[in-house]
């Protein structure tokens, strides 16, 4: 076990009040706008309430009013008027339900300007562009995308496109209007241009099995993007699930409340104004931050998240804003203060985070009031765990933060309910066993530590203010009061 030298160790309590200031500077010392205030919500249900309302496509439809369309080579054939094919476009003009079934060598276009709902059932589907996307909604009231039971569809855009002006499309799947992906078929989609899916207003996802490869984003909704169930897999170079409207208020949201959503990612995972959980399964397999977002509620739901930066990242929606600084950089680069319109808060579900950078970072206010919580964090001491700006508030759950030391914060000293932080006399190696007990020798808690880590911040219900815990790591003892942070040199960088 490598030696920590504890003389000058970050160890910090969080502060007591944000400084809710009109800038913020970065660990790298760049000074940045923050946003307004998003949302005071502290419960998903409570951000939806504020937020745009989701408009989700019934999936469901009368088979006798399916108009069939065959795809076959560069061409299709249907009965139906709104339905007619030339050089390989496949064009549908009105509203219905169209069932596509076969193999096309070009694309489904979709340009109904009247009103009412265009259904397109993939029946067995297979559409492959040369030259642009496969499916483009240029115009409808909505678009309803249902995978039909046992049916295997696929979408696969070109590398390069033809049209690359403004209007064009930027997805394999692409739609201007709001879009409700569903059903209980299965759907392959392959960005090879740009993005997997893109809705540029409401996109929800509510059933099937659905794979996105992507070379830049996966799937984007602009002003929200719903996953409700289904099974979602997404491997994309840039983002993985993203809503970017970052302009209207109560826009540009990302809701997971059911179904299981994997993704991996070079970039974001998950990123949005708002990133909301109140259930389903998140597993984020790879990514370079794994969750960003203005505010990020989780409720419920059952979270893995893998990064090479932070797991967890409440920072401003801005792009352009400079507000998160480089994982494992030199300590000293300032402190960002706290920006009172950016918060994380925890209500419930079951947390695991494992981070190369911060483990929950915070450039605002963090609260748990709830919850199974294990943090597995960086080891090195240029981040920390746990990093947060401003307050950070603990009322119920269980949290459990483990990694370096030199960043270490711990929870704000009015939290309700008790905690402890210690820093450890030497780096424990993974796999080491933790073993909290009180003044009576009695087992508080027992952890097995998966990374290599230097301190631990603890906190459940079994955990009193002021008393005396032992922490032990491979049979070496630390006392610690509950509720007081070990002393140190420096505070948190704003990361």
């Not at 039971?149 to 997805?171: F, I, M, Q, R, V």
């Not at 209980?184 to 960005?191: A, E, I, P, Y």
């Not at 190696?429 to 631990?456: N, R």
């Amino acid at each position: 076990m490598a030696a920590v030298l504890l003389a000058g160790c970050g160890t910090s309590v969080a502060s007591e009040a944000g400084a809710g200031t009109g800038s913020t500077t970065s660990g790298a010392g760049t000074t940045v706008s923050t946003t307004a205030a998003v949302t005071d919500a502290t419960t998903v249900a409570d951000a939806l309430a504020g937020n745009v309302q989701v408009e989700a496509g019934d999936t469901s439809y009368d088979e006798a009013d399916a108009v069939e369309v065959t795809l076959s080579g560069s061409s299709a054939t249907s009965e139906s008027s709104a339905v007619t094919s030339e050089d390989g476009t496949v064009s549908i003009t009105a509203a219905g339900t169209y069932r596509l079934s076969g193999e096309l060598a070009g694309q489904v276009v979709v340009n109904s300007t009247a009103d009412g709902v265009v259904r397109l059932v993939l029946d067995d589907a297979r559409i492959t562009s040369e030259t642009t996307a496969a499916v483009n909604v240029v115009d409808a009231e909505s678009v309803v995308v249902v995978l039909a039971e046992g049916s295997s569809n696929a979408l696969t855009d070109a590398a390069t496109y033809d049209d690359t002006s403004a209007d064009a499309p930027t997805a394999a799947l692409y739609s201007t209007a709001d879009l409700t992906i569903g059903g209980s078929g299965s759907l392959v989609v392959t960005g090879n241009a740009n993005n997997g899916i893109v809705g540029k207003d409401g996109l929800v996802i509510s059933g099937g099995t659905i794979e996105v490869t992507s070379v830049d984003d996966g799937v984007i909704g602009k002003d929200y993007l719903v996953v409700s169930d289904g099974d979602v897999t997404v491997d994309a170079v840039d983002d993985g699930l993203k809503s970017d409207n970052t302009t209207d208020t109560g826009a540009g949201f990302v809701l997971v409340e059911g179904g299981t959503v994997t993704v991996t990612s070079q970039d974001d995972a998950i990123k949005g104004v708002q990133v909301l959980v109140s259930g389903g399964t998140i597993d984020v397999a790879g990514s370079n931050e794994a969750m960003e977002g203005s505010v990020i509620l989780i409720d419920d739901g059952d979270i893995e998240l893998h990064s090479a930066d932070d797991g967890v990242n409440v920072a401003s929606s801005d792009d352009s804003a400079a507000t998160d600084g480089v994982a494992g950089g030199p300590p000293g680069g300032g402190e960002m203060a706290a920006d009172d319109s950016l918060a994380l808060v925890i209500n419930g579900g079951t947390i695991e985070v494992w981070s190369s950078g911060d483990g929950l970072d915070s450039n605002g206010n963090a609260t748990i009031t709830g919850g199974d919580i294990t943090v597995y964090g960086p080891t090195t001491d240029g981040n920390g765990a746990i990093d947060v700006n401003g307050t950070f508030e603990v009322s119920g759950g269980s949290l459990a933060a483990a990694g370096s030391a030199g960043m270490m914060v711990a929870p704000s000293n009015d939290s309700s309910q008790g905690w402890i932080a210690s820093a450890l006399t030497a780096t424990a190696a993974a796999g080491s066993e933790v073993l909290i007990t009180d003044e009576d020798g009695d087992e508080v808690a027992t952890y097995t530590i998966q990374k290599d880590f230097a301190s631990i911040v603890f906190s459940s219900a079994d955990v009193e203010s002021g008393a005396t815990y032992t922490v032990t790591v491979d049979g070496t003892e630390t006392t610690v009061t509950a509720g007081e942070a070990p002393t140190g040199g420096r505070g948190p960088m704003g990361r």
